[in-house]
């Protein structure tokens, strides 16, 4: 049992950062309008954040520091300001989404308007992060959001033409009737989703808050190569789902209650209520996650107390910036923006600020100073360099696509 609950963390990390409102949404839309060409960027997505992610655990193991802490250290206020910023923003923004996807699947629930869920929602998460464990809420929130597997059941259930799905996967093309600069708009996307700044800084913030040394590196491989591939099979799922429902009707996904039709159509009430619990589940982890990544950055890079493992009244500064991210997040959500324009338009933002996060934790895992015999060997440089490359050519083609496509459209 103890085994089980040693990977829960890569399980949140997966959940909060694969299959969070972003994924659920962006897979969707692509499945229904690409079927399921986009396959082989979330292959490289989960490669990506499985190696990444696994070398910022290794150092937050090794070095027993989190990655803003060495980051200001290693790279200077001024880069180190730059990339937090942006990291910041980014977060915030993902977290605005997050908070809308609890409403929007609460709303889905109840049927009750989404706005009404909204301050609820933000007063959840707030109440959370200030008196639940990090333990428990790592283990009940991503256990929970396993539920989402019934978006695979669904796809076996719905009894679609697999040899053509795969054909799609394998030989991916651009359907008629879509422009190839919106695929690619949606491949950013997609990337982007797959490997969101936060997602990394929680991992590492994570394995400090579990009190990991290097003794820990085996299990905080283990969680990586258990968290993520799982999230990665989800979001196959999710976008399977839309392909074999919505793809043939060319209908397009623009609600959370489409995004469910095909596990309602495949196996009635039951699996719809698991996959709204799992709904709900997921996005309450991801908004838990972002919202303490948002402390955990500032907090870091700042030099003040922070973890959960300490009380509020030890690191008040920790605790109210998490506070002051929430309320932003609830507040713009209060004006009536959409949340699913938010969820799009942060994973593209996401895209645009992965060089700052993702150069200076190669560069860390590389340094002898801190990491001693752990720094990264070849192969790991080698594949972190390829995708430094590929994170580079996202971020900036990231912004022309969105003018060029209308975010899409």
């Known amino acids: 049992m103890k085994k089980i609950f040693a990977v829960a963390l890569g399980v949140l990390t997966a959940i909060g950062g694969f299959v969070d409102i972003g994924d659920l949404v962006t897979n969707a839309v692509v499945g229904a309008r690409f079927g399921m060409s986009l396959v082989w960027v979330v292959l490289v997505g989960v490669v990506g954040i499985c190696l990444f992610a696994q070398m910022s655990g290794r150092v937050a193991a090794v070095s027993g520091r989190a990655t803003f802490e060495i980051i200001r250290e290693r790279l200077g206020p001024r880069i180190g300001g730059a990339n937090l910023v942006a990291s910041f923003f980014v977060t915030v923004l993902t977290l605005t989404a997050e908070i809308g996807g609890i409403a929007l699947a609460l709303e889905l629930a109840s049927s009750v308007e989404r706005r009404l869920w909204i301050p609820f929602a933000g007063l959840a998460v707030w109440l959370v992060l200030w008196r639940v464990k990090f333990s428990v809420l790592e283990n009940v929130t991503g256990l929970l959001g396993l539920t989402l597997v019934v978006f695979a059941v669904a796809l076996f259930q719905l009894g679609p033409d697999w040899g053509e799905l795969v054909d799609q996967a394998v030989r991916p093309t651009v359907p008629q009737g879509e422009g190839v600069p919106t695929y690619w708009y949606y491949a950013v996307a997609l990337f982007g989703a797959a490997m969101t700044p936060y997602e990394v800084f929680f991992f590492s913030s994570g394995a ?40 043939p009707r060319e209908v397009d996904v623009t609600s959370l209650s489409q995004i469910t039709l095909p596990v309602a159509m495949a196996g009635g009430k039951l699996l719809l209520a698991l996959a709204i619990l799992g709904i709900v589940a997921a996005t309450f982890g991801a908004a838990l996650e972002t919202a303490l990544s948002t402390g955990y950055t500032l907090a870091q890079f700042l030099g003040w107390s922070w973890g959960k493992y300490r009380r509020p009244a030890e690191a008040t500064r920790f605790h109210t910036a998490m506070l002051v991210a929430v309320v932003v997040g609830t507040l713009v959500l209060l004006t009536n923006v959409d949340p699913i324009a938010v969820t799009e338009y942060s994973v593209v933002f996401s895209a645009i600020a992965l060089p700052l996060t993702y150069l200076p934790i190669l560069v860390v895992a590389n340094d002898r100073e801190y990491m001693g015999e752990h720094v990264n060997g070849r192969t790991t440089n080698a594949l972190g360099l390829v995708y430094l490359v590929i994170i580079v050519v996202a971020s900036l083609a990231a912004i022309p696509l969105m003018i060029a496509t209308g975010a899409g459209g």
Request: net charge positive.
């Open 208 to 247: 400090r808050e579990e009190k990991w040394t290097a003794k820990d590196v085996s299990q905080s491989r283990l969680n990586v190569l258990v968290g993520f591939p799982l999230g990665g099979l989800l979001s196959v799922a999710i976008a399977g789902c839309a392909a074999v429902v919505f793809l």
